[in-house]
């Protein structure tokens, strides 16, 4: 487990108390009830902005807090137990490529905004069924980009898109040249087909790397979230077996599911060593932050997928009903799993990064 500092330490716990009671699961229940054009309610928004939430990352400088990646981190898991709608790690991973690669004319003109709330912004790479940034046909010419993003998370209500185009990331304003698809996923949050025709576009440093490094900050901050969803779904489903009665007894006393709950509970801490040593990787500066990002991305896909689904099946019948909450967190679980490299493409580039 990480060392935190005092102020990080207030920081999740105050992350964790709003959750829990300002943004519990009945929250998202409503929000997919009353299915907003964004995916989200803009009042949580406004108060993740008003608590400082979007500004973890922006420098002082810019009116953020400057506080780094984990902790970032740290609130994404806690709005992750309660499967809050937010486009804080959209925001984020928008956030990184603007401080690695913007100018300062760029970083004066955007990461005030993202810093109070006011820019939703988000980063826009796929364009097929599939994550991989090295196929990108998206192009620019005389300042104007042009292309099809087909997955684009928050990309019905983002103001400021970062844009993977064949030679880097751009800078892309919703105000022209930007048509929008909402894609309605199973998770019921937004996900948005985003075509960009003759829109103007400012490029930002570090040509091809640079999507690379950012793509990789977004994986971490969800795989963030998803350890939040796991041990949220662990330990609900550890409650119910402990007061389930079947035959005469609670589910927890047979044998063959306390191993089931035992095999959760490691793959959780194994899959929090990896996301926190990623975390702790991003805000280092080590070398070796892919293999860190692509090791907690490949272990969060396969620990929330474990506990998810176990989820379902451990609450039997009343799990399968919309009534209830477990199908949510397995919804919302496959949908990650996908985002920024599923577990296979992760661990084949762990594979090569390490010389295998």
Request: charged share 20%.
């Amino acid at each position: 487990m990480a060392i935190l500092t005092e102020e990080q330490t207030m920081l999740r716990d105050m992350a964790r108390e709003w959750a829990d009671n300002e943004s519990p699961v009945t929250a998202f229940r409503k929000m997919r009830g009353a299915a907003p054009a964004a995916g989200y309610d803009a009042a949580t928004w406004a108060a993740q902005g008003e608590m400082g939430w979007t500004g973890i990352l922006v420098p002082e400088a810019q009116g953020g807090a400057g506080m780094g990646y984990v902790s970032l981190g740290l609130v994404l898991e806690q709005l992750g137990r309660t499967l809050t709608a937010t486009p804080l790690a959209s925001t984020a991973a928008a956030t990184s490529a603007i401080l690695m690669g913007g100018s300062d004319a760029q970083k004066a003109e955007w990461l005030p905004k993202i810093a109070s709330g006011e820019v939703v912004a988000t980063l826009a790479i796929d364009e097929g069924p599939r994550f991989d940034p090295a196929k990108i046909e998206t192009r620019v010419e005389g300042g104007k980009l042009s292309g099809v993003k087909a997955f684009v998370p928050e990309g019905d209500s983002a103001q400021l898109f970062v844009v993977a185009a064949a030679d880097g990331l751009y800078l892309v304003s919703s105000d022209a040249g930007v048509t929008r698809s909402p894609r309605h996923l199973i998770d019921s949050r937004s996900h948005a087909q985003v075509s960009f025709e003759g829109a103007p576009a400012e490029a930002l440093g570090g040509g091809t790397e640079l999507t690379g490094h950012v793509a990789d900050r977004a994986a971490a901050a969800i795989a963030a979230e998803m350890l939040g969803m796991a041990e949220s779904a662990f330990a609900q489903t550890n409650d119910y077996l402990k007061t389930r009665v079947q035959f005469g007894q609670v589910l927890a006393s047979f044998q063959a599911l306390q191993h089931r709950m035992a095999k959760m509970f490691t793959e959780l801490e194994l899959c929090r060593s990896a996301v926190e040593g990623a975390l702790e990787a991003i805000d280092s500066g080590r070398a070796n932050v892919a293999q860190e990002v692509s090791l907690a991305k490949a272990v969060a896909n396969e620990t929330l997928h474990l506990v998810s689904r176990e989820m379902v099946q451990l609450h039997g019948g009343i799990g399968m009903t919309d009534e209830h909450d477990a199908g949510f967190y397995l919804k919302r679980a496959r949908v990650l799993e996908a985002q920024w490299g599923n577990a296979a493409w992760h661990r084949d580039r762990f594979a090569r990064l390490n010389g295998y």
